[in-house]
C-alpha cells in the first residue's frame, strides 16, 4: 500500500487544522460576547444615557447585571442556531441570517426574564429595545464580515483550509475541484481523486491524480489526512455508491458530502426542502437567490433608476441630435438577445450605423463618439428598468447557438445578461479562454463583484469621454455574436 | 434496468496449473492481471413472459418461453446455466458484448459467467461476495457445464487487479500483488498485446491437457512443475521491481507451455514471436491456454512501437490496454429486481467447495 508523495508544503496535519478551527470558534464566541456586550452598552449611552430623557425606571447596577446574563443568552441562541458550525461560517449569506435571528431570540429572551423576574429598576422602552437589537445585529455581522475577510487572507497561506478527496472525476467532479482551486478562499485543498474508471495515477487536472479507487477510500482518507470527501454520485458505480453512503464516515475522521450529479447545480444552486421528513433538492432557475437577489435587485433599480433619471436629459439631447443629422433613419437599434431562462427580448441601442451618404467613406463623428465612449448603450438602462437586463452581467447576445456546450449554454442563462461585465475588464482579455471569465464571474457572483466591474466602467467612461478617441483592446470576434447580422460595419469598433 | 461488467484477464505465469488434474496432487499458482477490456450484461425487465438473451460476438438471439426446456447447447450455454443456477426462468432480457472477442485467450467466457452471476444476483438483491461469485462461476462452468477449463479466469474476473492465485486440495487464495506503483506502471507500459487474428477453442487443448496430466505424462507434469516454479521466480522479480527480469521470464515460460499439448502453439505464432524477439521483445507468450488469439509480449523499454509495427507486417493488430483493479462489478441498476428461486443458494453453494483463506483484494495504491 503506497501513496502519491505530495510536494511537502501541501501537507498540513490535520490536527493542525482543527486547531486553527477550535481556535477560530473561540475567537468568534469572544467578539460575540463583546460585541452583544458593545451593542448593549452602546444602546444604553444612546438611549438611557442620551439626549433623549427616559423616564421609564433604570438602575445602572442593574442594567450591568442584565448585561452579563445577556452575553451567555445571545451566544446560547447563536450556538443553537449554528453559527460556530464550520459548514455555516466562512461563505455564504446562511450566517448573516442566522446572526439576525441570533440577536432577535437573545433580545426577546432578555425581555421574558425581565418580566419573569419582575425587575423594577429596569424597565426597557421600545426604543431601547429596537437600539439594541439593530446595533447587536450591526455589530455582530460587521465582526464576522470583517473576520471573514481576515480568515480568507490566512487561507492563501493555507490556514482553515479542509483537505478534500473527490470520488469521482467525471466532468462534474472536475468543475468542482476547478471551482475550489480557481478560488484561493475557498478553503478546500483537493489533494485527488478518486475514481472507477481512471486508471490509478493518471493526472485529471494540473497536478491531482487518481489516487485509488472509492472502495479504498477508508485508508487513503487516513494516508492524506482528508477532513471531507465528496461523492460526485454520477461519476461512481452503483455498487461504489452503494458502498459509500452507508460508510461510518465519523469513525473514520472525515465528512462525508454528497454533490448531486447535475453540472449546472454548479450555476444556479439548489434549495433544500423536507417534505414529510424526506429531504429533496430545488433546483433554483436562477444563479442568484434569496438575500443575493434582493441586492442584486436594489443595484439594478436603485443605482439602474438613478443613472436613468440623470441621463434622461442627456439621452434625449443625443436621440435629437441623431434624428436630426439622418431624419429616415430610427433613432435607436432593436437586436433580439437570449435573456434569462433563455426568455428573449428586443435589447436598446442609439442607432450609430452610418447613414446611406456615410457609407461612401465619410463617417460620423457623433455616431463614432458614441460608440467609442459606451454611451450608445445608454438605452439599455431602459432594459434594465424593464428586467430583461442587468447593469453588470455577462455579455448580452443573439443566439447561443455558437455555445455548443449545453452546460455552458445554461450557465450564461442563470443571470440576465448586463450592460457591462467581466468581458471588459482589463485581465479578461489576457484570458485564453473568452468565456471563461463570464463563466466564472456567474458561478462566484456576490454583490462584491458587480462593484469594482461598475467602477471599472465608469472610469472608462469619463476617461474616453474627455481624453478622446481610444481603440478597444479586446478582439473584435468576440462582439460578432450579439451583433444584429446586418450591423457588419460597426464590427471593427464597437466599445464595452 | 442493470449493467454489469467484469474484466477479461492476461495471465503471465502458471497457467495450467489451475487445472484440477493438476494443483490437487501437486498445488498451483498463477500470477494475472485484469485489464480495461470487460464484458457487459445488460439484464432489462421483459414486459412479455419471455425470458430473452442477445449476444452481439456470437450474433445469437435466443427466446425462451415459459413452459418449454430450455435448451443446454449452443453459444447461450452459459446465460442458461447462470439463469437456470438462479432460478430466474421468465420476464427478463440479457444482452452480452464484449470488449474482447471471444475465444482470443483472454478468458472471455469465464468473465461472461462472472459478469452474468454479478448481474444476475444484486437483480435478485443477493449480495454476494467476490470469491462467492469466483467460485459460483467455476462451479457452473467446470462442474455443471463440463468445460475441462482452468479455476484463474474465473477468479481474475471476479477479484480484478494483479494477483497471486493459489491452487490447492483445500482451498484456493487471491493474494494482491502489493508492488509499487511505479514498477506497475513501468510493467503496464512494456507490454504489448498482439492479435493474430485466429481464434481458439481451448477446450480442447485443455482436455488434452487434463488427460496428459491425469496418467501423469511425465513431459506435462515436469513442464507444469517447471512453470509453477517460473511463477514462484516471477513475483520475486516483481516484488524486487526487476521488471526487465519479469519480461524475459516469459520467454522460458512459453518454452515450457509449448510441451503441454499439440496446438499451443504452430509455425505462424513462433514466426510472429521470433520476429517480436528479434525486435526488442524480451519474451512473451500465447495468452490463454494457445493456438492463436493474443500474443502477449515484454519489451524492452523503447522497443515496445518497433516490435508493434514489425508485428504489424506481419499481419498481427496491436489492442491497446491498460491494468485495472475493479473486477466484477455493477455499474448501474436503476432498481431492476428479478423473481428467483429463494432456495438457489441451498443447492448451488453447497456444491461448490469450500473456500479457505480467501480474502478481498485492497485496493491497489500508487
Known amino acids: 500500500m503506497r501513496k502519491i508523495e505530495l510536494p511537502t508544503t501541501q501537507k498540513i496535519e490535520s490536527s493542525a487544522i482543527r486547531r486553527q478551527w477550535r481556535a477560530l470558534i473561540i475567537a468568534l464566541l469572544v467578539l460575540d460576547a463583546m460585541c452583544v456586550l458593545g451593542s448593549l452598552a452602546?444602546?444604553?449611552?444612546?438611549?438611557?444615557?442620551?439626549?433623549?430623557?427616559?423616564?421609564?425606571?433604570?438602575?445602572?447596577?442593574?442594567?450591568?447585571?442584565?448585561?452579563?446574563?445577556?452575553?451567555?443568552?445571545?451566544?446560547?441562541?447563536?450556538?443553537?442556531?449554528?453559527?460556530?458550525?464550520?459548514?455555516?461560517?466562512?461563505?455564504?449569506?446562511?450566517?448573516?441570517?442566522?446572526?439576525?435571528?441570533?440577536?432577535?431570540?437573545?433580545?426577546?429572551?432578555?425581555?421574558?426574564?425581565?418580566?419573569?423576574?419582575?425587575?423594577?429598576?429596569?424597565?426597557?422602552?421600545?426604543?431601547?429595545?429596537?437600539?439594541?437589537?439593530?446595533?447587536?445585529?450591526?455589530?455582530?455581522?460587521?465582526?464576522?464580515?470583517?473576520?471573514?475577510?481576515?480568515?480568507?487572507?490566512?487561507?492563501?497561506?493555507?490556514?482553515?483550509?479542509?483537505?478534500?478527496?473527490?470520488?469521482?472525476?467525471?466532468?462534474?467532479?472536475?468543475?468542482?475541484?476547478?471551482?475550489?482551486?480557481?478560488?484561493?478562499?475557498?478553503?478546500?485543498?483537493?489533494?485527488?481523486?478518486?475514481?472507477?474508471?481512471?486508471?490509478?495515477?493518471?493526472?485529471?487536472?494540473?497536478?491531482?491524480?487518481?489516487?485509488?479507487?472509492?472502495?479504498?477510500?477508508?485508508?487513503?482518507?487516513?494516508?492524506?489526512?482528508?477532513?471531507?470527501?465528496?461523492?460526485?454520485?454520477?461519476?461512481?458505480?452503483?455498487?461504489?455508491?452503494?458502498?459509500?453512503?452507508?460508510?461510518?464516515?465519523?469513525?473514520?475522521?472525515?465528512?462525508?458530502?454528497?454533490?448531486?450529479?447535475?453540472?449546472?447545480?454548479?450555476?444556479?444552486?439548489?434549495?433544500?426542502?423536507?417534505?414529510?421528513?424526506?429531504?429533496?433538492?430545488?433546483?433554483?432557475?436562477?444563479?442568484?437567490?434569496?438575500?443575493?437577489?434582493?441586492?442584486?435587485?436594489?443595484?439594478?433599480?436603485?443605482?439602474?433608476?438613478?443613472?436613468?433619471?440623470?441621463?434622461?436629459?442627456?439621452?434625449?439631447?443625443?436621440?435629437?441630435?441623431?434624428?436630426?443629422?439622418?431624419?429616415?433613419?430610427?433613432?435607436?437599434?432593436?437586436?433580439?438577445?437570449?435573456?434569462?431562462?433563455?426568455?428573449?427580448?428586443?435589447?436598446?441601442?442609439?442607432?450609430?450605423?452610418?447613414?446611406?451618404?456615410?457609407?461612401?467613406?465619410?463617417?460620423?463623428?457623433?455616431?463614432?463618439?458614441?460608440?467609442?465612449?459606451?454611451?450608445?448603450?445608454?438605452?439599455?438602462?431602459?432594459?434594465?428598468?424593464?428586467?430583461?437586463?442587468?447593469?453588470?452581467?455577462?455579455?448580452?447576445?443573439?443566439?447561443?447557438?455558437?455555445?455548443?456546450?449545453?452546460?455552458?449554454?445554461?450557465?450564461?442563462?442563470?443571470?440576465?445578461?448586463?450592460?457591462?461585465?467581466?468581458?471588459?475588464?482589463?485581465?479578461?482579455?489576457?484570458?485564453?479562454?473568452?468565456?471563461?471569465?463570464?463563466?466564472?464571474?456567474?458561478?462566484?457572483?456576490?454583490?462584491?463583484?458587480?462593484?469594482?466591474?461598475?467602477?471599472?466602467?465608469?472610469?472608462?467612461?469619463?476617461?474616453?469621454?474627455?481624453?478622446?478617441?481610444?481603440?478597444?483592446?479586446?478582439?473584435?470576434?468576440?462582439?460578432?455574436?450579439?451583433?444584429?447580422?446586418?450591423?457588419?460595419?460597426?464590427?471593427?469598433?464597437?466599445?464595452? | 434496468m442493470l449493467i454489469a461488467r467484469a474484466p477479461v484477464r492476461v495471465s503471465f505465469f502458471g497457467g495450467g496449473t489451475d487445472l484440477a488434474a493438476y494443483y490437487e496432487r501437486y498445488g498451483g499458482a498463477v500470477l494475472s492481471t485484469t485489464i480495461d477490456k470487460y464484458v457487459y450484461v445488460h439484464l432489462n425487465t421483459n414486459a412479455r413472459d419471455a425470458l430473452q438473451i442477445t449476444s452481439s460476438d456470437y450474433r445469437t438471439f435466443y427466446r425462451h418461453t415459459p413452459g418449454e426446456p430450455l435448451l443446454w447447447d449452443g453459444d447461450l450455454s452459459l446465460p442458461r446455466a447462470v439463469l437456470q443456477q438462479f432460478g430466474v426462468e421468465h420476464s427478463v432480457s440479457i444482452f452480452l458484448a464484449s470488449e474482447a472477442p471471444p475465444g482470443t485467450g483472454l478468458g472471455s467466457s469465464s468473465a461472461v459467467t462472472v459478469a452474468l452471476i454479478k448481474g444476475i444476483s444484486a437483480a435478485c438483491g443477493l449480495n454476494l461476495s467476490k470469491a462467492q461469485v469466483a467460485e459460483l462461476a467455476c462451479y457452473i462452468e467446470i462442474e455443471k457445464l463440463g468445460k475441462p477449463i482452468g479455476m484463474q479466469d474465473q477468479y481474475a474476473a471476479a477479484f480484478g487487479g494483479l494477483n497471486w492465485i493459489t491452487f490447492s486440495a483445500s482451498g484456493i487464495t487471491v493474494q494482491p500483488m502489493d508492488i509499487p506503483w511505479h514498477v506497475l506502471s513501468r510493467l503496464e507500459s512494456n507490454l504489448l498485446l498482439m492479435f493474430t487474428g485466429a481464434t481458439h477453442d481451448s477446450a480442447h487443448i485443455l482436455a488434452q491437457q487434463t488427460k496428459a496430466t491425469k496418467i501423469s505424462k511425465s513431459i506435462v507434469v515436469e513442464a507444469l512443475q517447471a512453470v509453477y516454479e517460473l511463477a514462484l521466480q516471477a513475483r520475486t522479480y516483481l516484488q524486487r521491481g526487476e521488471v526487465d527480469r519479469f519480461g524475459a521470464l516469459l520467454d522460458v515460460a512459453w518454452q515450457h507451455k509449448k510441451k503441454f499439448a499439440p496446438g499451443v502453439s504452430n509455425e505462424y505464432i513462433d514466426h510472429c514471436y521470433a520476429v517480436a524477439r528479434n525486435n526488442g521483445a524480451l519474451g512473451g507468450k500465447i495468452a490463454g491456454a494457445g493456438g492463436g488469439g493474443f500474443l502477449l509480449l515484454y519489451c524492452e523499454e523503447g522497443a515496445l512501437d518497433r516490435v508493434d509495427q514489425a508485428l504489424t507486417r506481419e499481419g498481427l493488430r496491436r489492442m491497446d490496454f491498460r491494468f485495472e483493479s475493479d473486477g466484477s462489478r455493477v455499474l448501474f441498476n436503476a432498481g431492476l429486481r428479478l423473481k428467483h428461486n429463494p432456495k438457489w443458494q441451498a443447492h448451488s453453494l453447497q456444491k461448490t467447495r469450500s473456500l479457505n483463506g480467501h480474502r478481498e483484494p485492497a485496493t491497489r495504491l500508487a
Not at chain 1, 494540473?206 to 492524506?224: C, F, M, Q, T, W
Request: charged fraction near 20%; include cysteine; aromatic fraction near 10%.
Open chain 1, 42 to 496: 452602546l444602546a444604553y449611552l444612546i438611549r438611557i444615557d442620551g439626549l433623549i430623557p427616559y423616564y421609564a425606571t433604570v438602575n445602572d447596577a442593574a442594567y450591568r447585571k442584565l448585561v452579563i446574563l445577556a452575553m451567555p443568552l445571545f451566544l446560547a441562541c447563536f450556538a443553537i442556531l449554528g453559527l460556530y458550525q464550520r459548514d455555516n461560517l466562512l461563505g455564504g449569506v446562511v450566517e448573516y441570517k442566522q446572526v439576525v435571528k441570533g440577536c432577535i431570540a437573545g433580545l426577546m429572551l432578555l425581555v421574558v426574564y425581565v418580566v419573569f423576574a419582575r425587575m423594577d429598576d429596569f424597565d426597557p422602552s421600545r426604543g431601547w429595545l429596537i437600539l439594541s437589537g439593530a446595533l447587536s445585529i450591526a455589530m455582530v455581522g460587521t465582526m464576522r464580515f470583517l473576520v471573514r475577510r481576515v480568515v480568507y487572507r490566512l487561507r492563501e497561506m493555507r490556514w482553515l483550509t479542509s483537505r478534500v478527496l473527490i470520488v469521482g472525476a467525471n466532468d462534474q467532479g472536475v468543475a468542482i475541484a476547478k471551482q475550489w482551486m480557481s478560488n484561493p478562499h475557498s478553503g478546500m485543498q483537493v489533494v485527488g481523486f478518486l475514481d472507477d474508471f481512471k486508471a490509478v495515477g493518471s493526472v485529471v487536472l494540473d497536478n491531482i491524480r487518481v489516487i485509488g479507487r472509492p472502495s479504498a477510500l477508508d485508508e487513503l482518507s487516513r494516508l492524506y489526512h482528508v477532513d471531507e470527501v465528496i461523492v460526485v454520485s454520477t461519476a461512481v458505480a452503483w455498487e461504489s455508491f452503494g458502498e459509500l453512503v452507508t460508510r461510518d464516515a465519523k469513525a473514520q475522521g472525515y465528512t462525508l458530502r454528497l454533490s448531486p450529479g447535475f453540472y449546472e447545480m454548479l450555476t444556479t444552486g439548489v434549495a433544500v426542502t423536507t417534505k414529510t421528513f424526506v429531504p429533496l433538492l430545488t433546483i433554483n432557475e436562477s444563479r442568484i437567490v434569496g438575500i443575493d437577489a434582493f441586492l442584486k435587485w436594489l443595484l439594478d433599480y436603485g443605482l439602474g433608476g438613478l443613472l436613468a433619471l440623470v441621463s434622461l436629459p442627456f439621452g434625449l439631447v443625443i436621440a435629437l441630435t441623431l434624428k436630426l443629422r439622418n431624419p429616415h433613419a430610427p433613432v435607436l437599434t432593436r437586436t433580439r438577445i437570449v435573456g434569462r431562462s433563455g426568455r428573449p427580448f428586443s435589447m436598446l441601442r442609439f442607432n450609430t450605423r452610418p447613414s446611406l451618404a456615410q457609407q461612401s467613406g465619410r463617417r460620423g463623428k457623433l455616431e463614432r463618439w458614441l460608440r467609442m465612449t459606451g454611451l450608445d448603450k445608454l438605452p439599455q438602462l431602459w432594459n434594465v428598468m424593464r428586467g430583461q437586463m442587468s447593469l453588470v452581467g455577462p455579455r448580452p447576445r443573439a443566439s447561443l447557438d455558437r455555445v455548443t456546450d449545453m452546460h455552458t449554454m445554461h450557465n450564461l442563462q442563470a443571470v440576465k445578461p448586463g450592460i457591462v461585465g467581466p468581458w471588459m475588464r482589463k485581465d479578461h482579455h489576457a484570458s485564453s479562454d473568452p468565456l471563461h471569465d463570464e463563466l466564472s464571474y456567474i458561478r462566484n457572483w456576490q454583490i462584491w463583484t458587480d462593484l469594482p466591474i461598475l467602477f471599472e466602467a465608469v472610469v472608462k467612461l469619463f476617461t474616453r469621454m474627455f481624453r478622446g478617441n481610444k481603440r478597444p483592446s479586446h478582439p473584435v470576434e468576440q462582439e460578432q455574436e450579439w451583433l444584429p447580422s446586418d450591423d457588419k460595419s460597426l464590427r471593427k469598433d464597437i466599445l464595452y
